[in-house]
T-cell receptor, first 113, second 114 residues
Framework: QKEVEQDPGPLSVPEGAIVSLNCTYS??????FMWYRQYSRKGPELLMY????GNKEDGRFTAQVDKSSKYISLFIRDSQPSDSATYLC?????????????FGEGTQLTVNP | NAGVTQTPKFRILKIGQSMTLQCTQD?????MYWYRQDPGMGLKLIYY???????DKGEVPNGYNVSRSTTEDFPLRLELAAPSQTSVYFC?????????????FGPGTRLTVT
């Protein structure tokens, strides 16, 4: 069983839709949960991170972590064509940034005008 | 502040050839990483380094070597290239003492072995 499972997509939505991206994990030691966005032929860039359980909001983006269910989500409100990218979830078991990250396989999102 | 830079952007190798992928960061980060990304497969850690002179294997180290002589540079060496090493390679760095887990990625090197 993989440590991190992510819905592979691809996902295609109309502009303005609410998008839900999800990952599940099996390692109870994970404490830090991240979402990276990767545009085509570019390196991943950090979008959001959350420590332990709870919600975090940043503009149109909301990250949710449910440690009891080992489930994390990223919601995008009022999606825009510029949100079209691959979204990767990543998780870390240590509190310092030097710890290794375990990535999901990524979900490819297309937002159609 | 250029962040993480990688060279070359693209490379085609013949089977059995060798090459070095270069990675440099100007953020004074102690930790550096090499990943490979195959289509639909996420990111797999090849090697990482927690400081100059210290390196360790990641998930998929076979066929690769690294060195870390300075804080800024972390080159990845491919010896005897094989078609299975066709992939996109990303270098990343992070600063471990700030309590933030984020890693900063370079733009990638797209490698084809034929």
């Amino acid at each position: 069983q993989k440590e991190v499972e992510q819905d592979p997509g691809p996902l295609s939505v109309p502009e303005g839709a609410i998008v839900s991206l999800n990952c599940t994990y099996s390692n109870s030691a994970f404490q830090y949960f991240m979402w990276y966005r990767q545009y085509s032929r570019k390196g991943p860039e950090l979008l959001m991170y959350t420590y332990s359980s709870g919600n975090k909001e940043d503009g149109r983006f909301t990250a949710q972590v449910d440690k009891s269910s080992k489930y994390i989500s990223l919601f995008i409100r009022d999606s825009q064509p510029s949100d079209s990218a691959t979204y990767l979830c990543a998780m870390s078991a240590a509190e310092t940034s030097g710890s290794r990250l375990t990535f999901g396989e990524g979900t490819q999102l297309t937002v159609n005008p | 502040n250029a962040g993480v830079t990688q060279t070359p952007k693209f490379r085609i190798l013949k089977i059995g050839q060798s090459m070095t992928l270069q990675c440099t960061q100007d953020m004074n980060h102690n930790y550096m990483y090499w990943y490979r990304q195959d289509p639909g497969m996420g990111l797999k850690l090849i090697y990482y380094s927690v400081g100059a002179g210290i390196t360790d294997k990641g998930e998929v180290p076979n066929g690769y070597n690294v060195s870390r002589s300075t804080t800024e540079d972390f080159p990845l060496r491919l010896e005897l290239a094989a078609p299975s090493q066709t992939s996109v390679y990303f270098c990343a760095s992070s600063y471990p003492d700030r309590g933030h887990p984020e890693q900063y990625f370079g733009p990638g090197t797209r490698l084809t072995v034929t």
